[in-house]
């Protein structure tokens, strides 16, 4: 009995020096650092279910200006550029183009490269065991969800060099449900010269900043009341737009707690009678509502229970 | 059934072998003219913009060249000095980038890519998830299980079932994809967010 008190007394008190102590925390950053300082060539595949994806991501160095390459192989492609803060975007489907940000948007949570102090209020930084990963010593370091809402993410730490080698959004049930290993990584002294090359290229010029027009978007378009998100998400966007693929009218809603993003969708109704229902592909869920007037649809790396209740959530302007 | 209505089913059948979705079987091919194969390579060719230049009109008659000139595939000395003539050329060594090539596809390619991952996703989900008593919607019906509404026998009814199943895989695809591009800016939105509200607390 005395043993669980003092190992009570030890979980609680933890939090109270936590910023600073924190192991995982402090090999989080160590990554951080050296992804953002190190020239390498790497390859690694995502496995969502039963199906895959490699990628070939490259990253440099040069004086200080960081460049980075990252590349979807199969199928029609997509291929991501970043040169410091400018991303370009080249996809299959449409004209390229670049956004203003210092950070790609690919299959790894963009945050965990930055400031993963912010998560601390939803997510505990946990160390793991240690293990061999694509032949290196690998220290595991766990993100949990303070809460049952939303998956937790696991990062494999090369032991010497800080760098990624695997990682996965596992569900509280501890099942992996989207896997992301690297098969290769070479660091060298010198950037490639592929990576080089791209300060020679011309890109879009990025456009114009979202973040300036987000707060009158806001106002003016859509009302709904979305009744419950987990705790911690907080609304980026929202606007009524056309949507690409099939020229659907969709009032939009962009939330996000720092680590991962949800959409929903407010839509007319398709017709017919459709069962409401979810579809996930690794750890992406869609949650499509037929809440009788309108359809709701939610979108996001989370768990189909949540996306259930956010999408039942939303109700009818006032 | 007409023997349009057949014949219809059987190019689907033909298609989804082409793009991998099913298994090949001497029966399938044994089936198909040539040239309806040769026609459904070409489209999903320029569905997935592989042919830039090479149009392939007639696949039987590549692969015969292809077989034709096999020994080309095991020469290494040859291809070796194709590459550095390749990268002697300064530009053109960094043909991993393919951001020269046009984009002009169809948007309907697009739609065609979601349609595999709506595909995937809705493969049924291990019997022990945690989300069982979430229902999991079945887009693609799989041979079995599709609604009774699909074994009817009235074309027109089955038509419509279809029409509006292609209707919502379609809304299923397009959200997944803007959900996809939307998530690009979340993360500047975010920042800048977060900065506002840091400024907000210090004034």
Request: aromatic share 8%.
């Given at each position: 009995?005395?043993?669980?008190?003092?190992?009570?007394?030890?979980?609680?008190?933890?939090?109270?020096?936590?910023?600073?102590?924190?192991?995982?925390?402090?090999?989080?950053?160590?990554?951080?650092?050296?992804?953002?300082?190190?020239?390498?060539?790497?390859?690694?595949?995502?496995?969502?279910?039963?199906?895959?994806?490699?990628?070939?991501?490259?990253?440099?160095?040069?004086?200080?200006?960081?460049?980075?390459?990252?590349?979807?192989?199969?199928?029609?492609?997509?291929?991501?550029?970043?040169?410091?803060?400018?991303?370009?975007?080249?996809?299959?489907?449409?004209?390229?183009?670049?956004?203003?940000?210092?950070?790609?948007?690919?299959?790894?949570?963009?945050?965990?490269?930055?400031?993963?102090?912010?998560?601390?209020?939803?997510?505990?930084?946990?160390?793991?065991?240690?293990?061999?990963?694509?032949?290196?010593?690998?220290?595991?370091?766990?993100?949990?969800?303070?809460?049952?809402?939303?998956?937790?993410?696991?990062?494999?730490?090369?032991?010497?060099?800080?760098?990624?080698?695997?990682?996965?959004?596992?569900?509280?049930?501890?099942?992996?449900?989207?896997?992301?290993?690297?098969?290769?990584?070479?660091?060298?002294?010198?950037?490639?010269?592929?990576?080089?090359?791209?300060?020679?290229?011309?890109?879009?010029?990025?456009?114009?900043?979202?973040?300036?027009?987000?707060?009158?978007?806001?106002?003016?378009?859509?009302?709904?009341q979305i009744g419950w998100l987990p705790s911690g998400f907080s609304l980026l966007k929202s606007d009524r737009h056309k949507l690409d693929l099939n020229n659907e009218l969709t009032d939009y809603y962009l939330y996000s707690d720092g680590f991962v993003e949800v959409s929903i969708f407010v839509q007319r109704p398709l017709p017919g009678r459709r069962p409401s229902g979810a579809l996930s592909s690794g750890a992406t869920t869609v949650y499509v509502h037929n809440s009788g007037s309108f359809d709701v649809s939610v979108v996001g790396n989370i768990p189909a229970t949540t996306a259930k209740a956010i999408a039942e959530s939303v109700a009818r302007p006032l | 059934m007409t023997k349009a209505h057949v014949n219809k089913l059987d190019n689907q059948h033909l298609s989804a072998l082409l793009d991998g979705e099913q298994s090949l079987t001497d029966e399938v091919i044994a089936q198909q003219d040539a040239a309806t194969l040769g026609r459904y390579a070409l489209i999903g060719d320029v569905m997935r913009a592989e042919s830039e230049d090479a149009f392939v009109f007639d696949i039987s008659d590549s692969v015969a060249k292809a077989l034709e000139s096999e020994p080309v595939y095991a020469d290494f000395t040859q291809k070796e000095s194709q590459t550095a003539a390749i990268a002697a050329t300064g530009t053109d060594n960094v043909v991993a980038f393919n951001w020269r090539k046009p984009v002009a596809q169809l948007a309907i390619a697009a739609s065609v890519a979601m349609f595999a991952i709506v595909g995937i996703q809705t493969l049924p989900q291990g019997e022990n998830s945690p989300n069982n008593e979430i229902p999991m919607l079945q887009t693609t019906p799989v041979t079995g299980m599709a609604s009774p509404v699909s074994y009817s026998s009235e074309p027109a009814l089955q038509n419509a079932e279809q029409g509006l199943r292609e209707l919502q895989q379609q809304r299923i695809g397009a959200l997944v994809l803007e959900h996809q591009r939307q998530a690009r800016v979340a993360y500047s939105l975010e920042k800048a967010h977060t900065e506002a509200q840091a400024e907000e607390e210090k004034n």
């Amino acid at each position: 009995m005395k043993v669980i008190t003092f190992i009570l007394s030890l979980v609680l008190m933890a939090p109270a020096f936590a910023n600073d102590e924190n192991p995982a925390k402090q090999l989080l950053l160590k990554m951080a650092d050296a992804v953002h300082n190190r020239n390498f060539d790497a390859s690694f595949v995502v496995v969502k279910g039963k199906s895959m994806e490699p990628y070939r991501w490259l990253h440099a160095k040069q004086g200080n200006t960081e460049l980075e390459h990252l590349s979807l192989l199969n199928g029609a492609g997509l291929e991501m550029v970043r040169i410091d803060s400018q991303v370009t975007y080249f996809e299959p489907q449409s004209e390229p183009y670049s956004i203003d940000t210092d950070s790609i948007a690919g299959p790894i949570p963009e945050v965990l490269f930055k400031d993963i102090e912010r998560l601390s209020q939803h997510y505990d930084f946990v160390l793991g065991g240690k293990g061999r990963i694509a032949g290196r010593a690998a220290q595991l370091v766990r993100i949990e969800s303070k809460d049952e809402y939303k998956f937790n993410y696991w990062l494999w730490l090369d032991a010497e060099s800080s760098l990624l080698l695997k990682s996965a959004y596992v569900n509280q049930a501890g099942e992996m449900l989207e896997q992301l290993q690297l098969t290769h990584i070479s660091v060298t002294e010198e950037p490639a010269a592929l990576l080089l090359e791209m300060l020679n290229r011309e890109f879009p010029t990025p456009l114009p900043a979202a973040a300036t027009s987000q707060s009158e978007a806001n106002t003016s378009s859509n009302n709904w009341q979305i009744g419950w998100l987990p705790s911690g998400f907080s609304l980026l966007k929202s606007d009524r737009h056309k949507l690409d693929l099939n020229n659907e009218l969709t009032d939009y809603y962009l939330y996000s707690d720092g680590f991962v993003e949800v959409s929903i969708f407010v839509q007319r109704p398709l017709p017919g009678r459709r069962p409401s229902g979810a579809l996930s592909s690794g750890a992406t869920t869609v949650y499509v509502h037929n809440s009788g007037s309108f359809d709701v649809s939610v979108v996001g790396n989370i768990p189909a229970t949540t996306a259930k209740a956010i999408a039942e959530s939303v109700a009818r302007p006032l | 059934m007409t023997k349009a209505h057949v014949n219809k089913l059987d190019n689907q059948h033909l298609s989804a072998l082409l793009d991998g979705e099913q298994s090949l079987t001497d029966e399938v091919i044994a089936q198909q003219d040539a040239a309806t194969l040769g026609r459904y390579a070409l489209i999903g060719d320029v569905m997935r913009a592989e042919s830039e230049d090479a149009f392939v009109f007639d696949i039987s008659d590549s692969v015969a060249k292809a077989l034709e000139s096999e020994p080309v595939y095991a020469d290494f000395t040859q291809k070796e000095s194709q590459t550095a003539a390749i990268a002697a050329t300064g530009t053109d060594n960094v043909v991993a980038f393919n951001w020269r090539k046009p984009v002009a596809q169809l948007a309907i390619a697009a739609s065609v890519a979601m349609f595999a991952i709506v595909g995937i996703q809705t493969l049924p989900q291990g019997e022990n998830s945690p989300n069982n008593e979430i229902p999991m919607l079945q887009t693609t019906p799989v041979t079995g299980m599709a609604s009774p509404v699909s074994y009817s026998s009235e074309p027109a009814l089955q038509n419509a079932e279809q029409g509006l199943r292609e209707l919502q895989q379609q809304r299923i695809g397009a959200l997944v994809l803007e959900h996809q591009r939307q998530a690009r800016v979340a993360y500047s939105l975010e920042k800048a967010h977060t900065e506002a509200q840091a400024e907000e607390e210090k004034n």
